[in-house]
Structure formats: structure tokens, C-alpha cells
């Protein structure tokens, strides 16, 4: 019963700007490690920023310096600034979250995904 509702998501110019959001609702303990994927047409999901709930982050070597992944764990969202985007940046961006329900229930929680279109 855990969902994760994303925005932000929409259709830019190259050298624009994009900040998803994503926010994680229902039966929720602790939210351990939050990220972002990406598929675009014809390829495979890639895994785009992750974040602890230290804060520590991991960004796919494509992005770094472009994109920037921030969470609050108090009120369990994560966000994806994204800066310079690129026309290979086009894709259908996930949210995700590894998280405990309960003290003994561990779940992998997925968004719907979120249309991020870049134009030339």
C-alpha cells in the first residue's frame, strides 16, 4: 500500500532546467536508499542518482555535475535537479524508494514515471 507520486516531469529546450519531485505515502517505518531511473525509447532502465538516508549520493557517470538528487527524510520525498539537460536526457524518469514497512516487512516501492522530453 506504499505509492510514490512523482512531478516536475515535462518538455524543455537543450541547456534547460527540470526538478522532479517524488513523494512516498502510506505505510512507511524508515526509508532507506531513494533513487532515480531513466528508460528511453528502445533502451534499457538505467539507474540515473541514488541517496542514503545519511545523504550520501551516487550519480551515473552521464549526469554528474548536471544533475543533483536531495531527500527529506521527515516528510519521505527525494527530488532530481536537473541543469543542462541534454536531448540523450529524454526519457521516462522512475521514482524509487528501498524502505521498511514495518520493523520486519522490507519492500522495493516504485512511481508510475514521469515524461521528461528535450528538445534540440
Known amino acids: 500500500q506504499v505509492q510514490l507520486v512523482e512531478s516536475g516531469g515535462g518538455l524543455v529546450q537543450a541547456g534547460g532546467s527540470l526538478r522532479l519531485s517524488c513523494a512516498a505515502s502510506g505505510r512507511i517505518f524508515r526509508i532507506n536508499a531513494m533513487g532515480w531511473y531513466r528508460q528511453a525509447p528502445g533502451k534499457q532502465r538505467e539507474l540515473v542518482a541514488t541517496i542514503t538516508s545519511a545523504g550520501n549520493t551516487n550519480y551515473v557517470d552521464s549526469v554528474k555535475g548536471r544533475f543533483t538528487i536531495s531527500r527529506d527524510n521527515a516528510k519521505n520525498t527525494v527530488a532530481l535537479q536537473m541543469n543542462s539537460l541534454k536531448p540523450e536526457d529524454t526519457a521516462v524518469y522512475y521514482c524509487?524508494?528501498?524502505?521498511?514497512?514495518?520493523?520486519?516487512?522490507?519492500?522495493?516501492?516504485w512511481g508510475q514515471g514521469t515524461l521528461v522530453t528535450v528538445s534540440s
Open positions: 524509487n524508494a528501498d524502505l521498511l514497512a514495518t520493523t520486519f516487512q522490507k519492500l522495493d516501492a
